[in-house]
């Protein structure tokens, strides 16, 4: 297929501030950037090409207070807005936070719209962190749980692991804005890839394929060195504090991109697949794609996308 069509979509507050954090990297002719959201200053702060107030008649362009049922009315209120906005897209990647309101109200029922046009949704939330209390806590297992209904698969960026991996002694400022490093590194990798598609043994249809094993999902990337064994890599991508809190190892469908330099070895490459095959047993569907860079100046990275593992 021709080039594919991609929307990066920001949903709510943390959605919105993700984009604009993502700064102008995704830039590319193909990708497009959408902006939703009942509160006008948070799409006003979002630097998104495309901004959907969500609901104006409904909440004012003031928000929806954490009120999920506002933020579900609001998104149906422009759902011809939205699907003009959308249509005509193969795939989007989604951002929310869970906890108020439209990570449980809005981004679901944008889902099911997407749904409806059959277009795949790889959607990236954020879980609140432990000081937030209980009620977000819960407000969040819910919305997880609705977008998961809705068909889509769903990365879940727990803000707790990702403060952790700081270590001691971080401040608050650095505490907020890891996730945004983190959605800024996964969306590079998954952009690059996208666009590296088709060269060896995977398509774009292909990664829709993988994603289109509802659940939750995990991505893992990592740089090598030409010196690494295979194994090596994987164990150190699957120990990832991230990928490690989730049970990985009940993937139904796994996807492994090597981007290597020509230095990389065949037996390296062919052995990914038998240990893959190993450490996910449950995996029906293990793709491996390969590019080969001829730009010897950067480094050999490898990305892993692990789709259709149950919620509990
Ligand atoms: N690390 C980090 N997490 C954030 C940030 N903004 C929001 N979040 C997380 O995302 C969750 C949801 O927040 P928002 O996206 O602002 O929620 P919302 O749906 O706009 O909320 P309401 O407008 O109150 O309904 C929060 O509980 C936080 O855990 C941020 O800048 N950094
Ligand atoms: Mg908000």
Not at 178 to 205: K, P, R, T, W
């Amino acid at each position: 297929m021709a080039e594919a069509k991609i929307v990066i979509l920001g949903v709510g507050g943390l959605g919105c501030a993700a984009l604009e954090h993502l700064g102008q990297f995704v830039l590319q002719g193909n990708v497009r950037t959408v902006a939703a959201s009942t509160s006008a200053a948070e799409l006003q702060a979002a630097s998104a090409e495309h901004r959907v107030l969500l609901g104006f008649e409904l909440a004012g362009g003031e928000g929806c207070g954490g009120n999920s049922d506002q933020a579900r009315e609001a998104t149906m209120l422009s759902k011809q807005n939205l699907l003009e906005t959308l249509a005509d897209t193969d795939l989007v990647l989604m951002i929310a936070g869970m906890g108020g309101g439209h990570g449980l109200g809005a981004a679901p029922a944008i889902a099911t719209m997407l749904a409806e046009l059959k277009i795949p949704v790889l959607a990236f939330v954020a879980t609140p962190f432990n000081f937030e209390g209980k009620r977000r806590n819960q407000l969040s297992e819910q919305g997880i749980a609705a977008l998961l209904q809705t068909g889509c698969a769903v990365v879940v960026l727990p803000n707790d692991q990702l403060s952790a991996a700081l270590g001691a002694g971080f401040s608050l400022q650095q505490a907020f804005s890891a996730i945004h490093q983190v959605l800024y590194q996964l969306l590079c990798a998954l952009l690059e890839m996208l666009s590296e598609l088709g060269l060896i043994n995977l398509d774009f249809n292909d990664f829709v394929q993988v994603i289109s094993h509802n659940g939750l999902a995990v991505v893992g990337i990592a740089d090598i060195a030409a010196e690494d064994s295979i194994p090596m890599i994987l164990q150190r991508l699957l120990n990832n504090p991230l990928i490690k809190c989730q049970s990985v190892h009940s993937a139904q469908a796994v996807l492994l991109h090597l981007a290597a330099d020509n230095r990389f070895k065949l037996e390296q490459f062919e052995a990914t697949g038998s240990y893959l095959a190993q450490q996910i047993p449950s995996a029906n569907l293990i793709l491996q794609g390969l590019t080969l860079r001829s730009d010897s100046a950067r480094r050999s990275s490898v990305l892993l996308l692990a789709c259709g593992i149950r919620h509990h």
